[in-house]
């Protein structure tokens, strides 16, 4: 079993940066692939980034490209979401998931573990 703790949410004026990390515990993800969703009030959740087992390949929702920037560490068994140039849309609960695939998948229900989100919200 696989727990996943998020942090580095908050609140940060329009235009500022927050760099989310994900800790995963209970064994190691190096071999899964890694992904990040959101869900703002009132709407669904979705998706964000993902990148593969290795770190060697990246995806990102068209909203958030060129602003957002996911890595890992799998030494740390960690993962990451940098958040730069955000905007007040960008405001909702920030959620990791882990696949036990290691290729990237891009919805929800393809993800195997998922932790309990950060918050994050954006003033304009």
């Known amino acids: 079993q696989v727990q996943l703790v998020e942090s580095g949410g908050g609140l940060v004026q329009a235009g500022g940066s927050l760099r989310l990390s994900c800790a995963a515990s209970?064994?190691?993800?190096?071999?899964?692939?890694m992904g990040w969703f959101r869900q703002a009030p009132g709407k669904e959740r979705e998706f964000v980034a993902a990148?593969?087992?290795?770190?060697?390949?990246?995806y990102y929702a068209d909203s958030v490209k060129g602003r957002f920037t996911i890595s890992r560490d799998n030494a740390k068994n960690t993962v990451y979401l940098q958040m730069n140039s955000l905007k007040p849309e960008d405001t909702a609960v920030y959620y990791c998931?882990?696949?036990?695939?290691?290729?990237?998948?891009?919805?929800?229900?393809?993800?195997?573990?998922w932790g309990q989100g950060t918050q994050v919200t954006v003033s304009s």
């Open positions: 209970g064994r190691t993800v190096s071999s899964y692939a």
């Open positions: 990148i593969s087992w290795s770190g060697g390949n990246t």
């Open positions: 998931a882990a696949v036990r695939k290691g290729y990237i998948r891009t919805t929800s229900d393809e993800y195997d573990y």
